[in-house]
Nanobody
Framework: QVQLVESGGGSVQAGGSLRLSCAAS????????MAWFRQAPGKEREGVAA???????SYADSVKGRFTIAQGNAKNTLYLQMDNLKPEDTAMYYC??????????????????WGQGTQVTVSS
């Protein structure tokens, strides 16, 4: 079992920055990928960014050039640096993890473990 706990959400004005963190505890395989997803009110959950144990990363087109996904040295901490935030980035952000694959994936059906989410609100 893996537990994921997100933190770092908050309210910012457009153009501002936030850094989200996700701490993973419990069993952790050497073959994995971790990702950030988000869900805005009335919309489906969508993939934002992913990172694989092979070092690969993947980003949604809407966040390329503004968001950066990274891991801590211990590999069980995940970060999402969000710069130049826009009102359309407002959503609940979720951390997710899967084992058995090594490449970055943004398909949520591949992920087995999910955090509870952290809210990001961007005002214009």
């Amino acid at each position: 079992q893996v537990q994921l706990v997100e933190s770092g959400g908050g309210s910012v004005q457009a153009g501002g920055s936030l850094r989200l963190s996700c701490a993973a505890s419990g069993y952790f395989s050497s073959s994995y990928s971790m990702a950030w997803f988000r869900q805005a009110p009335g919309k489906e959950r969508e993939g934002v960014a992913a990172i694989g144990s092979d070092g690969s990363t993947s980003y949604a087109d809407s966040v390329k050039g503004r968001f950066t996904i990274a891991q801590g040295n211990a590999k069980n901490t995940l970060y999402l640096q969000m710069d130049n935030l826009k009102p359309e980035d407002t959503a609940m952000y979720y951390c997710a993890c899967r084992f058995g694959g090594t490449s970055a994936r943004l398909q949520q059906s591949r992920y087995n473990y999910w955090g509870q989410g952290t809210q990001v609100t961007v005002s214009s």
